[in-house]
T-cell receptor, first 114, second 112 residues
Framework: IAGITQAPTSQILAAGRRMTLRCTQD?????MYWYRQDLGLGLRLIHY???????GKGEVPDGYSVSRANTDDFPLTLASAVPSQTSVYFC?????????????FGEGSRLTVL | QKEVEQDPGPLSVPEGAIVSLNCTYSNSAFQYFMWYRQYSRKGPELLMY????GNKEDGRFTAQVDKSSKYISLFIRDSQPSDSATYLC????????????FGKGTRLSVIA
């Protein structure tokens, strides 16, 4: 089934460790996004990419980095994880430009930082 | 005042009821309005997409936008237990240049 694949689905991580959340899409969508979802705070945009080779900062980018080497992959890296980064992380994509039309979301990666 | 306000619920209704979910917003520049549905432990999926004011119907779902009141609604007729989910509103100023702004979501339970 076409769509977005995120890995890992769940991870427990010690504070200070480096972690990369992987995201792959097979829909050839131009734009990709990383959101975090926290109880009471809703979905918040971390980073985005309008097209391969470009990235931009969202609402809560600190502590996170992304790269977009090709159309399909958009990994999110936590260089040195902290407990406040405990969250559910969603990768999403859209066929057009930035937030045109429908966003397609992955199933999420649940990250716990101890 | 936050840009988008949405009552988190939870909202619990009996099967067959008409459900009304709402969001208010403060930015009069918003033109594109969406409703996403998110089942437990899943990613959100687009349910309805409307541009500017008016109504849009799709099966049991109706999306309504009142720009003069800065108020959007999602109505679910003949609600089913399978409609139990969190519903998130989202909106944007223009198509392609600015981020979507999401509401925090309303958790709905439809009881059989």
């Amino acid at each position: 089934i076409a769509g977005i694949t995120q890995a890992p689905t769940s991870q427990i991580l010690a504070a200070g460790r480096r972690m990369t959340l992987r995201c792959t899409q097979d829909m050839r969508h131009n734009a990709m996004y990383w959101y975090r979802q926290d109880l009471g705070l809703g979905l918040r945009l971390i980073h985005y990419s309008n097209t391969a080779g470009t990235t931009g900062k969202g609402e809560v980018p600190d502590g996170y980095s992304v790269s977009r080497a090709n159309t399909d992959d958009f990994p999110l890296t936590l260089a040195s994880a902290v407990p406040s980064q405990t969250s559910v992380y969603f990768c999403a994509s859209s066929p057009g430009g930035f937030n045109t039309g429908e966003l397609f979301f992955g199933e999420g990666s649940r990250l716990t930082v101890l | 005042q936050k840009e988008v306000e949405q009552d988190p619920g939870p909202l619990s209704v009996p099967e067959g009821a008409i459900v009304s979910l709402n969001c208010t917003y403060s930015n009069s520049a918003f033109q594109y309005f969406m409703w996403y549905r998110q089942y437990s432990r899943k990613g959100p999926e687009l349910l309805m997409y409307t541009y500017s004011s008016g109504n849009k119907e799709d099966g049991r779902f109706t999306a309504q936008v009142d720009k003069s009141s800065k108020y959007i609604s999602l109505f679910i007729r003949d609600s089913q237990p399978s409609d139990s989910a969190t519903y998130l509103c989202a909106m944007s100023r223009d198509s392609g240049n600015t981020p979507l702004v999401f509401g925090k979501g309303t958790r709905l339970s439809v009881i059989a």
